[in-house]
Each structure stands twice: as structure tokens, then as C-alpha cells.
């Protein structure tokens, strides 16, 4: 199992470059960064930088590590523009990026550009459609498409990803439509659990969820005809009912990624600490657990 990290971009990058090159350190497999414009309570009305320039400065400080957004959506992205970034982005960092992608949400910065929140419905079909032009102008260095959201005329991405054929996606999906986005594009798999079990659920309800995420994950894989372990199921901590619980200790969390694991999980990202929000953790214990229960789990460092 591997073990990531994901660190908020809400420091100033004298004091954050010294976070990421910390987290590679650590030996994390990855660090990731949300890809927001601004985000809730109490990040809203405080520092918050942007994802890309963000995860380009940390490339300049890394060298093993891989990065990665989790997860940029449609909310304020066109897929042309952010296809030139990524691919600049993965040059810069030697073929060392991921993407994960997600439909994205209501709320916080999902009406920032002033066009009002989209339905569900809307939504999801802009998702499918951003999904599937990002892979091809990933993979193609020119691209031209006409759709009902997005569109793209003689898009050149010349040289092209150093990563072949192109930057993996790591899809965030647990409804039937996004499970097979994941299925078709995915080289890996995003779930923070079943959100409707964060207040009130149970430890035990909450793995149940997820094992059937996975089971889903795995029948829409059999649809289009992929083995079911070609996609790697990364979990994003901090969401479940017992994410406090996970925290408290080394042995506490090993046995919180070792029930994962079990359940189909083959990543466990969990958030840098901060003081004063749902992400506190005391900063001795989180580093013991990226080193002490990586190591218990079987999770290689970064190389």
C-alpha cells in the first residue's frame, strides 16, 4: 500500500517549499494540492494560492516525490488551457505528475466566474465531456473538437507529456456515470468514502461504502473489458466518521489502512496537518505514521 500526502496551498511558498520538500523526506509516494480558488470555512477568507504555479515551485524542490492535483474540475477550468499547464508542468517535474480530476461541487468557488451554479445533471455531462477532451489533447498534439460544452480548434500540445501516452488521471467518482469515467480513462481511482456517513455514520459503515465503491469500480471495469487491478483506488482521508480515531496513533492508523487495504484500497492520502481545522494533527504522530506505518504497510518511500 502506498502512503501520500495532500498539502493545502495556503502558505506563502517561503515557508511552503519547506513543507513539500519536507513531505518527500518523509518518503510519501506523492503530494497532492487542492485545485480550488478558494475553499470553506475557515480557509475562505485566508490565504489560498493556486494549484499549478504551486505544484510547478514544488517540482523545483523535489526530485523523487510525484504531485499532483486532487482534484481539479470543471468549476473554472477549460480543458485546452489546462492541457498546455499539465503538460508544462510534467516537463518541469520530469514526468512526475498526476491529475485527478472530479466533477467538482456546489458551493465555495463553483460560482466564481459568475455563471451561477449547474445541476447535477449539467454537471455530470460537463465532467464527461471535460474528461474525454483532456485525454485526447493529452495524448495528440493537435486537436480540434466541436461539443456542447467545450471546444477546440487545431490545439497544439507539442513535444507532448513525458509520460507516455500521456499524464495518468486519477478519476474521483462514486456514482454509476463517473465509475465508468474511471473505467474508460483512469489510471486510478479517487473516493473520500460515502459522504452521507461523515457526521453520523460508523467506522464499520463507513468501510462497508467503500468496499462497494470498489466493487462498483470493479464491475464498470469489466464492461470495457480492463483487468480489475489496472486502476490503482486511492482514499483520501479526513472524511470518514473515524477520521479522528485514524490519527491518534501509529497503531491506530496502520490498522485503519490495513482495513482499507482489505477493502481494495492500494493508496492511503492523508492531509499535511493544520492547527485549527479538520486536518489538526499533532505533527510528531503524523510524521511516525508517514514513516513507522509506511513501513508496517509495506509502502516503498518515494524514488
Same mark, same amino acid.
Given at each position: 500500500m502506498?502512503l501520500?500526502?495532500?498539502?493545502l496551498?495556503?502558505?506563502?511558498w517561503?515557508?511552503?517549499?519547506? #513543507?513539500?520538500?519536507r513531505a518527500?523526506?518523509?518518503? /510519501?509516494? +506523492?503530494a497532492?494540492? @487542492?485545485?480550488?480558488?478558494s475553499?470553506r470555512?475557515p &480557509?475562505?477568507?485566508?490565504?489560498? /494560492?493556486?494549484?499549478?504555479?504551486?505544484l510547478?515551485?514544488?517540482?523545483?524542490?523535489t526530485e523523487?516525490?510525484?504531485?499532483?492535483?486532487?482534484?481539479t474540475?470543471p468549476?473554472?477550468?477549460?480543458?485546452?488551457?489546462l492541457?498546455?499547464?499539465l503538460l508544462?508542468?510534467?516537463d *518541469?517535474s520530469g =514526468?512526475?505528475?498526476?491529475?485527478?480530476?472530479g466533477? =467538482?461541487?456546489t458551493? &465555495?468557488?463553483a460560482?466564481v466566474?459568475?455563471?451561477?451554479?449547474?445541476?447535477?445533471?449539467?454537471?455530470?455531462?460537463?465532467?464527461a465531456?471535460?474528461? =474525454?477532451?483532456?485525454?485526447r489533447?493529452l495524448s495528440s498534439?493537435?486537436?480540434? @473538437?466541436e461539443g456542447?460544452?467545450y471546444s477546440? /480548434?487545431?490545439?497544439?500540445n507539442?513535444?507532448?507529456?513525458?509520460q %507516455?501516452?500521456?499524464?495518468? &488521471?486519477a478519476?474521483? +467518482?462514486?456514482?454509476?456515470?463517473g465509475?465508468?469515467? $474511471?473505467a474508460? @480513462?483512469?489510471?486510478?481511482? *479517487?473516493?473520500?468514502?460515502d459522504?452521507?456517513l461523515?457526521?453520523t455514520?460508523t467506522?464499520e459503515?463507513?468501510?462497508?461504502? *467503500?468496499r462497494g465503491? *470498489?466493487?462498483?469500480l470493479?464491475?464498470a471495469l469489466?464492461?470495457? =473489458?480492463?483487468?480489475?487491478?489496472?486502476?490503482?483506488?486511492?482514499?483520501?482521508?479526513? /472524511?470518514?466518521?473515524?477520521?479522528?480515531? $485514524?490519527?491518534?496513533?501509529?497503531g491506530a492508523f496502520?490498522?485503519?489502512?490495513g %482495513?482499507h %487495504?482489505? +477493502?481494495? #484500497?492500494?493508496e492511503?492520502?492523508?492531509h499535511w496537518p493544520?492547527p485549527?481545522?479538520?486536518?489538526?494533527?499533532?505533527?510528531?504522530?503524523?510524521? $511516525?505514521i508517514?514513516?513507522?506505518a509506511? $513501513?508496517q504497510?509495506g509502502?516503498a518511500a518515494a524514488s
Open positions: 502506498r501520500s500526502t495532500v498539502i496551498p495556503i502558505h506563502r517561503g515557508e511552503g517549499q519547506k #513543507i513539500w520538500r518527500e523526506d518523509l518518503g /510519501f509516494h +506523492a497532492y494540492t @487542492y485545485d480550488h480558488l475553499w470555512v &480557509f475562505r477568507d485566508g490565504p489560498w /494560492f493556486g494549484s499549478v504555479p504551486t510547478t515551485a514544488a517540482a523545483g524542490v523523487r516525490m510525484r504531485l499532483g492535483t486532487m482534484v474540475s468549476n473554472f477550468r477549460h480543458p485546452v488551457v492541457a498546455k499547464e508544462t508542468l510534467d *518541469v =514526468g512526475r505528475v498526476t491529475v485527478g480530476i466533477a =467538482g461541487g458551493g &465555495f468557488d460560482g466566474l459568475g455563471e451561477g451554479e449547474w445541476s447535477g445533471r449539467e454537471r455530470a455531462e460537463r465532467f465531456e471535460f474528461t =474525454g477532451l483532456l485525454d489533447l498534439g493537435d486537436v480540434s @473538437y456542447t460544452y477546440a /480548434f487545431e490545439a497544439r507539442i513535444p507532448g507529456c513525458v %507516455r501516452p500521456r499524464i495518468p &488521471f478519476v474521483a +467518482a462514486t456514482g454509476p456515470r465509475m465508468r469515467l $474511471a474508460r @480513462y483512469g489510471q486510478a481511482w *479517487v473516493t473520500t468514502g459522504p452521507t461523515y457526521e455514520g467506522a459503515e463507513s468501510l462497508a461504502a *467503500v465503491q *470498489v466493487d462498483r470493479e464491475a469489466a464492461e470495457v =473489458g480492463r483487468e480489475a487491478d489496472s486502476v490503482e483506488r486511492i482514499l483520501v482521508t479526513g /472524511f470518514t466518521p473515524d477520521r479522528a480515531e $485514524a490519527f491518534s496513533s501509529v496502520t490498522d485503519f489502512a %482495513r %487495504r482489505e +477493502a481494495g #484500497i492500494s492511503i492520502v492523508v493544520i485549527g481545522s479538520v486536518f489538526a494533527c499533532d505533527q510528531g504522530v503524523f510524521e $511516525a508517514a514513516t513507522e509506511r $513501513a504497510l509502502g
